[in-house]
């Protein structure tokens, strides 16, 4: 019954998007990752993509648990990780209805993300990853990158490496702020490194975290959790320790490897 709700919902979704710009095309694929025609409303039966497959407005595709994809366009990255499901309307607007993914480019763009219940325009350049979750909304996460991220009752915020943003509600509004350890995220996240071809940002993520240390001085909040109503919002948040023994940021990595370790 959800999955029947959730192509519902990708439907209504792909009808307003029909005619966008260029689809993307999957250039890798790994595991199982099947897809459901939207445009076949008769019959909503599932089948499994190819590489070089367009990823058409028409496609709700849904990874399975050791399944990733990655297609590389008009230098722009997008990669879906294991046990996620979106639509691709264009190469610069992408609804995920759960799970996470990750967008990168080098060439500022105007990138359109939505989900079930929020949307919200990024536009400039940079390497950001999103995480669907259970009110509706999303994580949204800039590893590095300049520019802005807006919504129709939030405004305007400037991006910052490191800086998640909660995006929430119909309309849209931002959520609180936390910051990420930008290092523990690059060495445990598989949307990083479990795909064939490096991302072409990498010296750009290793200048935020730098920054990112002489600013903080390598104390962090760290976010773990879920979102399941606007109001609730299941967040676990370490305080700033005054101790600086580097034994003692073992829990923390322990608990933010779980978290960001399953994409």
């Known amino acids: 019954m959800l999955f029947i709700k959730t192509i519902l919902s990708a439907a209504v979704f792909t009808a307003a998007f029909f ?17 459901v025609d939207l445009s076949l409303k008769d019959s909503f039966e599932t089948f499994q993509i190819d590489l070089n497959q367009s990823l058409s407005p028409n496609l709700l595709i849904a990874t399975g648990a050791q399944g990733r994809i990655e297609s590389i366009v008009n230098d722009k990255y997008w990669r879906l990780g294991s046990e996620g499901m979106g639509t691709w309307h264009s190469d610069s607007k992408f609804w995920l209805n759960s799970g996470s993914a990750l967008f990168c480019t080098e060439i500022p763009q105007t990138i ?3 989900t079930t219940e929020s949307n919200a325009t990024f536009e400039g350049r940079g390497t950001i990853i999103l995480e669907a979750t259970k009110n509706g909304g999303f994580k949204f996460i800039p ?3 300049k520019g802005t991220i807006s919504t129709e009752k939030g405004g305007t915020k400037e991006i910052i490496g490191g800086r998640m943003l909660l995006i929430l509600g119909k309309p849209t509004y931002f959520g609180d702020a936390y910051d990420i350890d930008i290092m523990l995220l690059l060495k445990s996240s598989r949307l990083i490194n479990s795909y064939p071809t490096p991302l072409p940002t990498f010296d750009k993520m290793g200048l935020a975290i730098y920054i990112q240390e002489l600013k903080l001085k390598g104390k ?11 109001e609730n919002l299941q967040l676990w948040k370490f305080g700033k320790s005054k101790d600086t023994n580097p034994k003692q940021s073992t829990p923390k990595k322990r608990f933010l490897d779980r978290f960001f370790g399953s994409d």
Not at 220 to 230: E, F, P, Q
Request: hydrophobic share 35%; no cysteine; aromatic share 8%.
């Open 112 to 114: 359109q993300f939505s």
């Open 19 to 35: 005619l966008s710009a260029e689809s993307p095309t999957l250039t890798f694929k790994t595991g199982r990752v099947d897809a």
């Open 143 to 145: 590893l590095e990158g």
């Open 220 to 230: 962090y909040d760290a976010l773990i959790g879920d979102a399941t109503t606007n």
